[in-house]
Every structure is written in structure tokens, then in C-alpha cells.
């Protein structure tokens, strides 16, 4: 084992989630590695947490704990989201916000690597509790960040109506009207495409993926988990380019299956629009529900993790793999557990990492950076082209990264090493200290 890895795990002997990240990085690449830089991104630049009060309608005071962890600056200000989830705590955040570095560098965009959020859950709270909470969370963290120096965006829990609240604390307090958040709604400055940027993005990527396999997405049966942002957006793409969405789940609703091809559009009208589940969906169409986990059972030539990390373990794995599946991709930040990555690189199947397969939302992130800055307003065309040049250039650099290291197909190693060596150099220009 690393010995600098094995130490720095010592310190932290229950952050499992970010054991676990750390150490799938590292046993991938570890010829490659050099041991300064590893210490240099083992390390947060900067680690804030704070309380974060306010008062509930009843004038009850309630108080949450509030994070940001500042990753890496090597390439750039800190970009990465905040999430409001009952199970955010310092473990989770210091696993997203590595990943996080790793995946920003794969845009080849400026930007470095952060990643915050609190325990405070908006699910059943009024708008006014929500407003309450982003103002308190905003009196401390705008502190800490700025255009050119941390720009936040949303996450599991965090949309267009908390970043906006946050967005205006911000301003109050600043006096400054500045693109320090992304995400933000058209009318404050958002950029047209960022809501579908994930899941557009992902279904890109695993197009470009088919090319090199000369083949497409046509009549492909896909399965995705998750029916929030990325996988509604992933489900619609993928059906706009030909492929059957043949099931989706979520936590609350259960999975629901229709090897006819599930009605996407209406789909995200109850989801998004209307706030609903797919119980919801289910009733309206007259599908049976299944249970949430039952996703893993349902074949499908493409399945799409998109829902959160850790949700598909060897289990899961095994049974997909039986039922004929060739590529799995990830929308979500790490959904597949390392024993399952594990196996998975043995297997006759393509996987491609999180790390590379949903960077389409930072993408298009940097993108809205580059409309703010220049007081502009970019077309939805534009903004769509751009990304998929993007998401392009991330499989070429992956592709071609995995073949130059004799492991074709293994987009693990690709992702790591590609991004391992842009950050790298990027520490070694400007100095370790």
C-alpha cells in the first residue's frame, strides 16, 4: 500500500467515503504517481465549517452546521456545488471535492477544485424556511468566495430557488451584482442549457464512446437510477438520439419500467415542474411501482447511475452485468462502490467514471463564468455545441490517455492519470508551498 496514503488515512480513520475515493485513485495510477504531489492533493487548501441558524415558522431556533471545502487552486478559482442533504458531513465533502479537483481538470476550463453544502434538508420546509436558512448560510460563506476566487453552483438539494436566495444575501452583503454563483435562474444572470448540462453531457460522452465502437445510441434500451436534473435530462437526450428509456427509479417514488419507452417529456413536467415522484407517473400512466433498488434487475443495453455515490455495489454489479448490459456510465459522483469497480474492469463491459462522464455541469458552469464576465447572454445552440465539444474532447483525452499507457478501454485509468498529470503540472508551475 502508499505509504504517504496509509498515513494520511491513519489521521482520518472514519472517512470512509473519502478512503474510499482516495485509495481507488491511487491503486489505479500509483506507478505514476509522485509522492509531493499526492501529499498536495491529499490535502484541502482550506477547510471553513460553521453553525449556520435560523428560525422555522413556528419562531422555533433551529441550527445547522455549514461547509466549504476548498480543494485545489492549481488550475483555477474553486468550483464545485453546495449541498442541503441530511447526510452531509465533512467525509462526504472532502470525497466530492477531490473528485471535484479531478473532474475540472479534465474540461480543460480554469477552474480548481472545491466542493460545501450543510446538513439541513429543504424537503418539506416552506419557502420562507428555506429563504431563512440561505441567508444565515450566506452571512458566513461570503466570506470565502468571489468570481475570482470560489464560485459555488448547485447540487443534491440546492436549485435555482436556493441558489437565488443565496445569490441576493450575497449581493446585500456586498454590495456587488458578480457571477460568484452558477446555476442561477435566466434572469439573474443563468446560462440557457445548464440545467440539462449533466445529463446532456453524459449522454454525449457515451456517444462518443459508441463512435469508437462504430455504433450509436439508436434502439438502445437504457436504464438510469435517479429521476432528478441528470437523470431526467440524461433520459431525454438519449431518447431525443433514438434510445428507449426503459426504466427510472427515485428514493421516494420506487422504479417504475415500460419496455415500450417511458414518456420523458411528461415525465419531467410532474418531477421538475410540478414537484411530484413517480408514483405520481406511475398512477397517470398506469404502471406498477417497484421497489427503488428493483432498477439493477431491469435490462438494459446502457445503464446510467445518476442518482448519488455508492448506489450500485458489486450486487447490483453482478446482476446487470447478467442481463446483458455493455456500458455503464456515470452520472453521478462515484455511484459505484470499489469492489464494484474492481470488477468491473475485469469484465466484458465499458465503464466510464463519474469523473469524466458528468462533467458536463461544470462545463456548462464555466460557460455561464464566461457569459457573466463578458455581460453577455449566450444562446441555448451555443451553449448545447459547446458542450458537446467538450464532453468529446474529455472521451479523446481519457481514450487516448488509456491507450498511451497500454490499458485500451480502461477510462479509470484514463480519467485519473490525464487529470493527475494536468493538476500536477499545474502545482509544479507555481510551487509546492
Same mark, same amino acid.
Given at each position: 500500500?502508499?505509504?504517504? $496514503?496509509?498515513?494520511?488515512?491513519?489521521?482520518?480513520?472514519?472517512?470512509?467515503?473519502?478512503?474510499?475515493?482516495?485509495?481507488?485513485?491511487?491503486?489505479?495510477?500509483?506507478?505514476?504517481?509522485?509522492?509531493?504531489?499526492?501529499?498536495?492533493?491529499?490535502?484541502?487548501?482550506?477547510?471553513?465549517?460553521?453553525?449556520?441558524?435560523?428560525?422555522?415558522?413556528?419562531?422555533?431556533?433551529?441550527?445547522?452546521?455549514?461547509?466549504?471545502?476548498?480543494?485545489?487552486?492549481?488550475?483555477?478559482?474553486?468550483?464545485?456545488?453546495?449541498?442541503?442533504?441530511?447526510?452531509?458531513?465533512?467525509?462526504?465533502?472532502?470525497?466530492?471535492?477531490?473528485?471535484?479537483?479531478?473532474? #475540472?481538470?479534465?474540461?480543460?476550463?480554469?477552474?480548481?477544485?472545491?466542493?460545501?453544502?450543510?446538513?439541513?434538508?429543504?424537503?418539506?420546509?416552506?419557502?420562507?424556511?428555506?429563504?431563512?436558512?440561505?441567508?444565515?448560510?450566506?452571512?458566513?460563506?461570503?466570506?470565502?468566495?468571489?468570481?475570482?476566487?470560489?464560485?459555488?453552483?448547485?447540487?443534491?438539494?440546492?436549485? #435555482?430557488?436556493?441558489?437565488?436566495?443565496?445569490?441576493?444575501?450575497?449581493?446585500? $452583503?456586498?454590495?456587488?451584482?458578480?457571477?460568484?454563483?452558477?446555476?442561477?435562474?435566466?434572469?439573474?444572470?443563468?446560462?440557457?442549457?445548464?440545467?440539462?448540462?449533466?445529463?446532456?453531457?453524459?449522454?454525449?460522452?457515451?456517444?462518443?464512446? $459508441?463512435?469508437?465502437?462504430?455504433?450509436?445510441?439508436?434502439?438502445?434500451?437504457?436504464?438510469?437510477?435517479?429521476?432528478?436534473?441528470?437523470?431526467?435530462?440524461?433520459?431525454?437526450?438519449?431518447?431525443?438520439?433514438?434510445?428507449?428509456?426503459?426504466?427510472?427509479?427515485?428514493?421516494?417514488?420506487?422504479?417504475?419500467? %415500460?419496455? %415500450?419507452?417511458?414518456?420523458?417529456? !411528461?415525465?419531467?413536467?410532474?418531477?421538475?415542474?410540478? !414537484?411530484?415522484?413517480?408514483?405520481?407517473?406511475?398512477?397517470?400512466?398506469?404502471?406498477?411501482?417497484?421497489?427503488?433498488?428493483?432498477?439493477?434487475?431491469?435490462?438494459?443495453?446502457?445503464?446510467?447511475?445518476?442518482?448519488?455515490? #455508492?448506489?450500485?455495489?458489486?450486487?447490483?454489479?453482478?446482476?446487470?452485468?447478467?442481463?446483458?448490459?455493455?456500458?455503464?456510465?456515470?452520472?453521478?459522483?462515484?455511484?459505484?462502490?470499489?469492489?464494484?469497480?474492481?470488477?468491473?474492469?475485469?469484465?466484458?463491459?465499458?465503464?466510464?467514471?463519474?469523473?469524466?462522464?458528468?462533467?458536463?455541469?461544470?462545463?456548462?458552469?464555466?460557460?455561464?463564468?464566461?457569459?457573466?464576465?463578458?455581460?453577455?447572454?449566450?444562446?441555448?445552440?451555443?451553449?448545447?455545441?459547446?458542450?458537446?465539444?467538450?464532453?468529446?474532447?474529455?472521451?479523446?483525452?481519457?481514450?487516448?490517455?488509456?491507450?498511451?499507457?497500454?490499458?485500451?478501454? #480502461?477510462?479509470?485509468?484514463?480519467? %485519473?492519470?490525464?487529470?493527475?498529470?494536468?493538476?500536477?503540472?499545474?502545482?509544479?508551475?507555481?510551487?509546492?508551498?
Amino acid at each position: 500500500m502508499n505509504i504517504v $496514503l496509509k498515513k494520511f488515512h491513519e489521521k482520518y480513520p472514519n472517512e470512509t467515503q473519502f478512503i474510499n475515493t482516495t485509495q481507488e485513485f491511487v491503486d489505479s495510477i500509483e506507478t505514476y504517481l509522485d509522492e509531493s504531489t499526492l501529499k498536495m492533493l491529499l490535502h484541502a487548501e482550506r477547510i471553513i465549517t460553521f453553525r449556520v441558524p435560523w428560525y422555522d415558522d413556528q419562531h422555533i431556533l433551529q441550527v445547522n452546521t455549514g461547509y466549504r471545502v476548498q480543494h485545489s487552486s492549481a488550475l483555477g478559482p474553486y468550483k464545485g456545488g453546495l449541498r442541503f442533504h441530511p447526510s452531509v458531513d465533512l467525509d462526504v465533502l472532502k470525497f466530492l471535492a477531490f473528485e471535484q479537483t479531478l473532474k #475540472n481538470a479534465l474540461t480543460n476550463l480554469p477552474l480548481g477544485g472545491a466542493k460545501g453544502g450543510s446538513d439541513f434538508d429543504p424537503k418539506g420546509k416552506s419557502d420562507q424556511e428555506v429563504m431563512r436558512f440561505c441567508q444565515s448560510f450566506m452571512n458566513e460563506l461570503y466570506r470565502h468566495i468571489g468570481k475570482t476566487l470560489d464560485i459555488p453552483a448547485g447540487d443534491i438539494g440546492v436549485g #435555482n430557488r436556493e441558489i437565488g436566495y443565496m445569490y441576493g444575501q450575497y449581493k446585500r $452583503l456586498t454590495g456587488s451584482y458578480e457571477g460568484v454563483f452558477t446555476g442561477k435562474d435566466l434572469t439573474i444572470g443563468g446560462a440557457k442549457g445548464r440545467a440539462q448540462a449533466t445529463g446532456y453531457g453524459l449522454i454525449y460522452i457515451v456517444e462518443a464512446l $459508441l463512435e469508437t465502437l462504430n455504433d450509436d445510441l439508436k434502439d438502445k434500451k437504457v436504464v438510469i437510477s435517479g429521476a432528478g436534473k441528470v437523470g431526467l435530462y440524461a433520459a431525454l437526450k438519449a431518447a431525443q438520439m433514438g434510445a428507449t428509456v426503459v426504466a427510472m427509479n427515485d428514493f421516494s417514488g420506487g422504479t417504475v419500467v %415500460n419496455q %415500450n419507452g417511458l414518456d420523458i417529456e !411528461r415525465m419531467i413536467e410532474i418531477k421538475l415542474e410540478k !414537484r411530484g415522484s413517480l408514483k405520481d407517473y406511475a398512477t397517470e400512466f398506469n404502471l406498477d411501482i417497484y421497489p427503488t433498488e428493483f432498477i439493477w434487475d431491469v435490462a438494459g443495453d446502457i445503464v446510467l447511475p445518476c442518482a448519488t455515490q #455508492n448506489e450500485m455495489d458489486l450486487v447490483a454489479l453482478k446482476k446487470i452485468i447478467q442481463n446483458g448490459t455493455k456500458i455503464i456510465a456515470e452520472g453521478a459522483n462515484k455511484p459505484l462502490t470499489n469492489d464494484a469497480v474492481q470488477y468491473i474492469l475485469n469484465q466484458d463491459i465499458y465503464y466510464l467514471p463519474g469523473k469524466a462522464a458528468n462533467a458536463g455541469g461544470v462545463a456548462v458552469s464555466g460557460i455561464e463564468m464566461m457569459q457573466n464576465a463578458q455581460m453577455d447572454v449566450f444562446e441555448f445552440e451555443d451553449v448545447d455545441t459547446r458542450l458537446q465539444a467538450i464532453m468529446n474532447n474529455i472521451f479523446k483525452t481519457i481514450h487516448e490517455k488509456a491507450m498511451a499507457v497500454d490499458k485500451p478501454y #480502461n477510462y479509470v485509468v484514463g480519467a %485519473n492519470l490525464a487529470s493527475y498529470e494536468r493538476v500536477k503540472k499545474a502545482i509544479d508551475l507555481q510551487g509546492a508551498v
